[in-house]
């Protein structure tokens, strides 16, 4: 199982992260296929996300807006792929859409099989086993408009990530206060940096930070 | 979660910062009832006194077309401030004191009457009994104004003002009614609050989406339940106006619309090589409207808009512009023999509208031989002449760019490819064209509105997925994947047995898509596979899988509808422009996504999921 989790951030603040994601590839001609939270701007997106790709020479891509239905051609077409990147977004709407078409489970299948599974913000959250992390700070949080109950995600580590983390006194009060009630250890990642899952180790890229049983700790620098 | 944006254009700061003066919207004043169009000819329009209608509100203002049009300054937000509503409603609630109110003698507060006179334009409508336009033209409708400023030139006009000598209803019963008169619907002059905001959100989409249009500059709400919507164009002329004139062998002032279009047209700089010798400026007027309205019918076609192009020329504007979105639909798939019931008639089909179009450039070579010789002769005798080649050859080089561009080729590789190799794009075509014209096997069948035959193919979907897979695959689709990804929800099995001929006519269309791909290859000295990467980008925009259509707009004006009083202007105009630029399907937009990350509301959510449910319909 290869996972690639992006905080967000700029192009080039991503760059490093996006070397080591690209690398994890086998394909030399690899196929990428883009899902957006939702098809509103997703087109737009992934007009983006093709030409921030191109750059390192990817040619092949496949875009999949998960909120409109989809035919069985271009569905098998995208598990058969190289990487599923999975955009930012309404942490809430992008789980429910999931979930109603029957798309998580194949998402978590196909990383179990050794796909190479990544995901911006929201999109990373989703890879962890719930999406608690986007219901707090009340400052920065993303609003349920879906009235979810059911925060269960892919469940593919064993940590929670919590994505464009500012290192100041009002994040760190939540973050502690979450870590608490929660039995995983919370990463706290500011943009530009990341996290690579592999079967062999647990790899951050840029700053990252632990939050465990109300306790703070820098892991990377 | 989101990555973090930067902060809109028009933020608040911006807008705390801006401070109305007593000149801010003296524009508006400029709107007062006088029109150029005046001074041309007194048979091409009845002039009445208007008076203010007290009690309106702003219901929406279309904040982009006011700064556009300069009416308002570029800097202003999009807030509806106290003075500006205050100009909005000074400018625009007002009613005609008609035939009715004379006859009767009904008074009014001088200070109420405004000071000049408006009129209500004359054109030729076939729903009128006088088939030669004597006694038609704008029944509910009058012209507010001219406005020039530095932006340009618009013509401005509102509908919902009053019940004029022009409709239809005040010929068909002979008598003038009182404005409001509750005994008829649409001869009382007023105009409903749901079609103004249906025409509003149509027409803004079609805009962006480079359609010719009219466009909606606000609406107004009244006591009474009733509205005022004030519409907004270049040159608000129509062919009809025209021809009325024509039919009625009224050479004086057929010869004046004529001069003031063309005027018109070369002030507003949208003919700029004009000859100066007179014939030679009515032969430049016939090959541009040959051009325009070849171009249109063949964009109507492709775009699957229906606009009841007729004989009258009424429900078009000169430069091909939509007018009158009464009747307007576009649908999902190509459904070419969906036909309105108009009570007493159907109405012509989408494929119908090449030869109306046609038809009225026709009337355009009978005016410019009359205007050249003064002599009218007859309408089929211009049916041959050179302008029909002409149009013909438009036509189909405009549905050729056209098919190109719904590939998802840039303008210059389609200007290549038709160059290198026309035949190629034709052959195209016609496989295109198969599945686009297919229709079920169940035959016509009656519709809320009309009849039908459906389509059962999706042209969009295989346009948008097609170049993915061949960029994934590097080869072919198998043929039950090609059904599989075109087939629409008004399939049946049967539709879609794979029949010798259906499967030679998709290996022939995949064949055919291969070798434009391989043509824009080596034209562009790019790879294949590049070339695919360019179309799946632009593809996927250009045949959004949502897309709206005539069904969808009507029920999510009923959505509106259902909580308009809860809705300010500012609300509404937020939801206009979000909904409107969600369905900017033009590639080369440079949309920032800085700009769209807005947060959904409950009611645009719900129109999103009106669109997905009704994107094949019509």
């Not at chain 2, 057929?254 to 010798?277: A, C, F, S």
């Not at chain 2, 355009?364 to 089929?380: C, N, P, W």
């Not at chain 2, 994934?472 to 198998?478: A, C, F, T, V």
């Amino acid at each position: 199982m290869n996972l690639v989790f992006y905080s967000g951030g700029s192009e080039e603040e991503n760059i490093e992260l996006d070397e080591e994601c690209l690398s994890l590839l086998e394909n030399n001609n690899p196929t990428l296929v883009f899902i957006p939270c939702s098809s509103y701007d997703g087109d737009y997106e992934f007009r983006d996300f093709v030409r921030h790709y191109q750059r390192f020479g990817i040619s092949r891509f496949l875009y999949f807006p998960i909120d409109v239905p989809q035919d069985n051609v271009l569905l098998k077409e995208v598990f058969q792929s190289d990487l599923i990147h999975l955009g930012g977004g309404n942490t809430y709407y992008f789980l429910n859409t999931l979930r109603k078409r029957g798309y998580l489970s194949f998402l978590r299948e196909y990383a179990l099989e050794g796909g190479l599974l990544s995901g911006l913000s929201a999109g990373g959250i989703l890879m962890t086993p719930n999406i608690n992390t986007a219901g707090y700070p009340d400052f920065d949080k993303d609003d349920n408009e879906e009235d979810l109950t059911n925060f269960k995600a892919m469940n593919l580590v064993k940590f929670e990530f919590f994505p464009h983390y500012k290192n100041s006194v009002r994040y760190d009060r939540e973050l502690r206060k979450q870590s608490l009630i929660t039995k995983n250890p919370i990463y706290a990642l500011p943009d530009g940096a990341g996290i690579i899952k592999t079967p062999r180790a647990l790899q951050f890229i840029g700053k990252a930070w632990c939050f465990h049983q109300g306790l703070k700790t820098l892991i990377n620098s | 979660m989101t990555r973090l944006k930067k902060n809109s254009l028009r933020s608040w700061s911006e807008e705390a910062g801006f401070k109305p003066t007593a000149r801010t919207y003296s524009k508006f004043k400029k709107i007062n009832g006088k029109h150029p169009f005046q001074r041309e000819t007194k048979d091409s329009f009845v002039a009445y006194r208007a008076r203010v209608r007290h009690g309106g509100k702003v219901v929406v203002f279309n904040f982009e077309l006011a700064r556009a049009m300069g009416l308002i300054p570029k800097g202003h937000p999009d807030k509806m401030t106290k003075d500006l509503e205050k100009a909005i409603v000074d400018t625009f609630a007002i009613v005609i004191i008609n035939e009715y109110d004379q006859i009767n003698k009904i008074k009014y507060p001088e200070k109420d009457i405004k000071p000049n006179f408006y009129m209500a334009t004359r054109y030729l409508q076939l729903q009128h009994p006088n088939k030669q336009g004597k006694t038609s033209g704008d029944g509910r409708s009058i012209w507010n104004g001219c406005l020039e400023t530095k932006n340009g030139i618009w013509d401005i006009s509102s509908c919902g003002t009053g019940a004029t000598c022009l409709s239809p209803a005040t010929h068909i019963q002979k008598k003038y009614f009182q404005t409001g008169d509750p005994s008829i619907s649409y001869g009382c002059g007023y105009a409903e609050l749901d079609e103004g905001l249906a025409t509003m959100f149509f027409s803004e989409i079609l805009h962006k989406n480079q359609v010719t249009t009219e466009r909606v500059l606000g609406v107004l709400k009244f006591p009474d339940g009733y509205a005022i919507t004030i519409r907004v164009h270049d040159n608000l002329l129509r062919p009809s106006h025209m021809f009325n004139h024509l039919k009625q062998s009224n050479f004086d002032a057929l010869e004046k619309v004529v001069n003031y279009y063309i005027d018109r047209q070369i002030k507003n700089g949208v003919w700029t090589d004009m000859p100066e010798n007179a014939h030679a400026r009515y032969d430049f007027f016939l090959e541009k409207q040959t051009e325009v309205f070849a171009k249109t019918a063949a964009k109507f076609e492709d775009e699957y808009i229906f606009c009841w192009l007729d004989w009258d020329g009424d429900n078009v504007l000169m430069d091909g512009g939509i007018i009158d979105y009464g009747s307007v639909r576009q649908f999902g798939l190509f459904h070419s023999e969906y036909r309105f019931d108009d009570q007493d008639r159907f109405s012509t089909s989408i494929i119908e509208q090449k030869n109306k179009a046609k038809y009225t450039v026709q009337n355009f070579a009978q005016i410019v031989d009359y205007l050249k010789t003064g002599e009218r002769r007859s309408l089929k005798d211009f049916a041959q002449e050179p302008w029909s080649e002409n149009f013909e050859k438009v036509f189909e080089t405009a549905k050729l760019k056209n098919l190109l561009y719904k590939i998802g080729f840039k303008k210059e590789v389609r200007d290549q490819i038709l160059e290198r190799n026309c035949d190629l794009v034709q052959e195209f075509s016609k496989s295109f064209s198969y599945f686009e014209r297919a229709k079920s096997v169940k035959g016509p069948k009656k519709v809320s509105d009309g009849i039908n035959w459906d389509a059962i193919f999706c042209m969009r979907d295989i346009l948008r997925e097609l170049p993915q897979l061949y960029l994934s695959r590097g080869e072919s689709i198998k043929r039950k994947e090609f059904l599989e990804i075109l087939k629409s929800s008004y399939a049946t099995e049967e539709d879609l047995l794979l029949s010798t001929y259906r499967k030679k006519k998709i290996d022939s269309f995949q064949d055919l898509y291969w070798q434009l791909v391989k043509t824009a290859s080596s034209l562009q000295k790019i790879t294949q596979n590049n070339v695919l990467l360019n179309l799946t980008m632009r593809s996927s925009i250009i045949n959004k899988y949502d897309r709206v259509t005539g069904d969808s707009i009507t029920t999510i004006t009923d959505m509106m509808m259902e909580k308009i009083d809860n809705l300010s202007p500012d609300k509404l105009y937020s939801l206009l422009e979000n909904f409107s630029e969600y369905q900017n399907l033009d590639p080369d937009t440079d949309k920032s996504l800085e700009k769209n990350q807005w947060q959904k509301s409950q009611l645009m959510r719900g129109f999103l999921q009106v669109v997905r449910d009704y994107r094949e319909g019509l």
